[in-house]
């Protein structure tokens, strides 16, 4: 075994914080109703920055408009409930495969072009999308959203309840999956490779390395993971509105995923756990203002910087529950 | 007959045509303080339209409670937006060049939530409305063309700035100081230009500009809390497609957007909302540098 | 194992109206739009509330009455979420408010599924009242305001007309029941055009209009894009060159009207509510409203909270404080008023609002601009559904 491959395995290695997580998101499911509904918001939105985390943390594309395989995602599994099928597992697969099948489509516009270029091109891609969307209303519902999207039960026998217990355990079991799924793909040589085309792209391809062959795998790989992560939230909320394509739902996971640190695989979940739960605290005081707090703590977090900070934000966070 | 509805066609043309270049130099003059910025310290600015938000609203605050008129507000609109700039680059903006570009779209669009709400809390969220005097109120028939007098007055006004820019940039000496830093900031540092020095000076007359855009812009493109977030997309698209490397790219683009949009909604109203995202990623995917750029 | 799951949840939800009994406070969600593109609508409707419960105290049947707010930011979604949390949490016993029709629409089925009275205070699209019998509005149908515009436009010499609407429920349902009741009276519809709902400028659309020569244009966009619209309606000389505007009173929205400037002068519109509605109920809601909240004049929004609060305290006292669903709904259900904009009524069949439509004209009075109405069609049912039966 060489020196890469044995980093490789020693990186692959299960650390204690990983497993501690993964038991506590599970042991929620044990609590009484009523956090359930936001869990499930969390767990799908840190599926989705999983996703932009595989091209951006991973690979160096940015993007400003993922939402585009969110939205196909959500769109095609809600179609296909309200037509078809109300199997979840059935929507949850051709939204990944459509949402595939598009990210491939466009991965070849991001190929060239500066960080500015990209994240322009993914956000009219994303645009176009749901402008399409709201030009088809006899197919998509138009501005009022998708109507008449009900689900059946998981697996034959979980129906979705109110208290949205089903959604979490769906959402964080889909979400499990895809991180070992993610966390599989960037410890192998390919992930190896992604990193290298990352830091130098020049110096990749003078190293044998066939970067644009390599980019459009993992742009079309982080599709399917945001098509998966839109059909969930398609399925969990059982409607799809035109929001799905929007520019703050680009904006919002890209936030996300800064906050939690891109290129550890974890910073997604962090992200959303710790944006979703500010949001909510905020929210719950000022529902006119929480957007100047919110950005007041993103001002913040950029200049006192993201170690100091988090260990304040958790302080802040648990008075805010005491409250 | 024919001829007559011939006539008829193309005087509606030159009529949105006009409305597209009187839209595009309004857009041109929001956006081309951020494509300077964005090639001189390549900072990625998404707070840009918060400070033609804070044109906007002095003028409307102006106008309403004080009594001024137009016109008079209009240079106060740019000296307020310009110092608000230059106030935020010299405390903030200042500790974030040389950050990774992630870090700066994070403070950037920190600033435009708390924009936002700030100016949601000062003055409500209900659209705000700039009564014009009535000397730009109304159209005139030129040449059997319809031409608004108000868009008329935009099209001169923001024209001559490109044009003033554009002498100042190339013929003056702190335009040639600006060029090189924006060509390469640490030889021109180097050569004893005060490169910070030119980009705060820079950053607040983009800034004011942007104000003076939002005092302009205010009739025709709507003023609410949302400004900043509304047209950030359009800035930038105009930035990229128009290149950083001078203010001739973003010009080209923005009059390129404007009558791509205007036009676009006219002809083909299916395709309308998003003609400007089509001719976006064409010419992107043609040129990744933008329309005027030389490949860095 | 499953089905027991299930059952207990389900009879937890069933609980959920017991244990709220159990304790005195009767809590009502409000979820609003607080931030983002219609936040003006939001404000309305949560000042409007906060003066209800001012005005007529914080208590109904010997309860206390909680309002909880929550920012829906607009997001259909979002909106969901918290009105699920709102009902599994806290426990409301209604949810309230709704400023857009895909989250009303949205938030039906857990309205449905919770058994909790939703009183929709603004969104206008007929259809929502159908998505759930737990619906129940407050605020107005577009078609309400629409079809009497149709008729006064005929009656008054208007037989050509292009009608423009913005592209979304509400707007699609103002073009479609103007053209049909028009064309029935012997008008024509020369072009139907329509904007996306997030199209700031109108230039395209208008010049189209203009080259159709018609004698009116017919307009529907949502509160907020009014005053521009107007603007460039007579910036492009469409008044001059003798078209009129006919429009629903969503363009001339109260809140907006005398920040538009004098070019609104004379447009002809049919609404709901205008703040100069002549009665003693009116003047004492808008002089309370402009005094709490410095000088905002009320719109149709603010009636519409107004009357939802309305509505659910009266439900309440007629339920003697009982809060478990079909019991509030069936007190709701043909329950009549004199609100602020005038005589209204929930019907019992469609639990949608029954109320008179005002074609006004927006004059100026003592220096401000208001939509003084004309003409009165009295007891409008939305004429959506009507014409379904």
């Known amino acids: 075994m060489d020196a890469a491959a044995l980093g490789l395995v020693r990186r692959a290695r299960w650390r204690w914080p990983e497993v501690v997580l993964w038991l506590l998101a599970y042991a929620a499911l044990l609590m009484p109703p009523g956090k359930f509904l936001i869990l499930n918001e969390i767990a799908i939105l840190a599926l989705f920055a999983l996703s932009l985390d595989l091209i951006l943390g991973y690979a160096g594309i940015v993007s400003l408009g993922h939402a585009a395989f969110f939205g196909v995602g959500a769109y095609t599994a809600g179609l296909l409930a309200k037509h078809v099928t109300g199997d979840p597992l059935a929507g949850l697969l051709l939204g990944a495969a459509v949402a595939t099948v598009v990210g491939f489509a466009t991965s070849l516009l991001v190929l060239r072009g500066s960080d500015l270029t990209r994240l322009m091109v993914t956000l009219g891609v994303a645009m176009v999308l749901g402008e399409i969307a709201n030009a088809l209303p006899g197919l998509s519902g138009g501005a009022d959203g998708l109507q008449g999207v009900t689900m059946g039960p998981l697996l034959g026998c979980f129906d979705f309840d109110l208290f949205g217990r089903t959604a979490y355990a769906y959402s964080l079991t889909t979400l499990f999956l895809f991180t070992l799924l993610a966390r599989r793909i960037v410890l192998s040589p390919f992930g190896l490779s992604l990193m290298a085309i990352r830091r130098n792209p020049l110096r990749a391809g003078a190293l044998g390395v066939p970067v644009n062959a390599r980019l459009i795998a993992v742009y079309t790989l982080a599709a399917a993971f945001a098509g998966t992560a839109g059909a969930l939230l398609a399925q969990t909320t059982a409607f799809v509105s035109l929001d799905v394509f929007e520019f703050h739902r680009s904006a919002d996971v890209l936030l996300v995923l800064i906050i939690g640190g891109a290129g550890w695989l974890y910073g997604g979940i962090a992200g959303a756990v710790i944006y979703t739960l500010l949001q909510d605290g905020i929210a719950a005081f000022t529902p006119q203002y929480w957007q100047f707090w919110i950005g007041l703590l993103l001002v913040a977090f950029v200049l006192v910087g993201r170690q100091r900070l988090v260990g304040g934000l958790y302080a802040m966070l648990g008075w805010a529950r005491r409250r | 007959m024919l001829l007559h509805l011939y006539l008829r066609a193309m005087s509606a043309m030159a009529t949105i045509l006009f409305d597209g270049v009187a839209y595009g130099m309004l857009l041109f003059v929001l956006a081309c303080g951020l494509a300077v910025t964005l090639g001189l310290m390549n900072f990625v600015n998404l707070a840009h339209g918060a400070f033609a938000m804070a044109g906007g609203y002095v003028t409307v605050v102006l106008m309403d409670r004080f009594g001024l008129p137009f016109l008079a507000c209009l240079p106060i609109a740019f000296a307020a937006a310009a110092l608000l700039g230059l106030v935020l680059e010299r405390t903030l903006y200042v500790h974030m060049y040389g950050r990774s570009p992630l870090d700066q779209v994070l403070f950037s669009i920190g600033l435009v939530f708390m924009a936002v709400a700030f100016v949601d809390w000062a003055m409500g969220s209900s659209p705000q409305n700039i009564k014009l005097p009535a000397w730009l109120q109304g159209r005139r028939d030129v040449f059997g063309v319809q031409v608004g007098i108000y868009r008329s007055f935009i099209i001169v006004i923001c024209g001559g700035l490109a044009l003033a820019l554009q002498l100042a940039l190339m013929r003056t000496r702190f335009g040639s100081r600006l060029r090189a830093a924006v060509d390469d900031a640490r030889v021109a540092r180097g050569l004893g230009i005060p490169v910070s020095t030119v980009f705060a000076v820079t950053f607040a007359v983009g800034s004011g500009l942007a104000g003076l855009g939002g005092a302009l812009g205010a009739e025709i493109l709507g003023l609410d809390p949302n400004f900043p977030l509304r047209f950030m997309i359009y800035f930038l698209i105009v930035v990229t497609v128009g290149g950083t490397s001078g203010i001739v790219g973003p010009f080209a683009a923005s009059l390129l957007l404007g009558v791509a949009d205007v036009a676009g909604k006219y002809y083909l109203p299916a395709l309308g909302a998003f003609m400007i995202y089509l001719v976006m990623i064409a010419v992107l995917v043609l040129r990744p540098h933008g329309l005027f750029a030389r490949p860095r | ?389």
């Open chain 3, 1 to 389: 194992m499953v089905r027991r799951q299930l059952a207990a949840a389900l009879a937890a939800v069933a609980l959920l109206s017991s244990a709220a009994q159990a304790e005195d406070a009767v809590k009502v969600g409000l979820i609003l739009p607080m931030t983002g593109q219609q936040a003006s609508t939001g404000k309305q409707i949560d000042a409007a509330v906060k003066l209800y419960q001012a005005v007529n105290g914080s208590t109904a049947a010997g309860k206390k009455i909680e309002v909880i707010l929550k920012d829906d930011t607009g997001v259909a979604d979002v909106a969901k979420r918290l009105a699920q949390e709102l009902v599994v949490n806290d426990k409301v016993a209604f949810l309230a408010g709704f400023g857009l029709t895909p989250i009303a629409l949205a938030v039906a089925p857990i309205a449905t599924q919770a058994k909790v009275p939703e009183v929709v205070m603004a969104a206008g699209t007929s259809s929502i009242t159908d998505a759930s019998p737990f619906v129940v509005r407050t605020s107005f149908t577009l078609a309400q305001s629409a079809v009497p515009m149709a008729e006064w436009a005929v009656k008054n010499g208007i037989n050509k007309v292009v009608t423009l609407v913005s592209d979304f429920g509400p707007g699609i349902d103002a073009e479609k029941s103007f053209t049909e009741r028009f064309k029935s009276d012997g008008g024509t519809v020369i072009e139907s055009l329509r904007v996306p709902l997030r199209s700031p400028d109108f230039s395209p659309v208008l010049q189209k209009a203009a080259d159709a020569k018609p004698d009116a244009v017919f307009v529907f966009v949502p509160s907020g894009q009014g005053a521009q619209f107007v603007k460039q309606f007579v910036e492009r000389g469409l008044d001059k060159s003798g078209i009129k505007l006919i429009a629903t009173g969503d363009v001339t929205d109260d809140d907006q009207l005398n920040g538009m400037g004098d070019v609104v002068i004379g447009v002809i519109n049919t609404h709901n509510y205008s703040a100069a509605h002549d009665s003693a109920a009116n003047k004492a809601f808008v002089d309370a409203f402009k005094k709490a909240n410095a000088g905002m004049r009320p719109n149709f929004m603010a009636v519409g909270g107004w009357d939802g609060m309305h509505l659910i305290y009266e439900a309440l006292k007629m339920t003697g404080g009982a809060t478990d669903g079909d019991t509030l709904l069936a007190a709701m259900k043909g329950m009549a008023w004199e609100s602020p904009r005038g005589p209204i009524s929930i019907d019992p069949q469609t639990r949608d609002i029954v109320q008179n439509i005002y074609v006004r004209k927006v004059e100026k009075k003592d220096g401000e601009l208001y939509n003084v109405e004309f003409a009165t069609i009295p007891n409008v049912k939305d004429p959506v559904k009507a014409a379904k039966k």
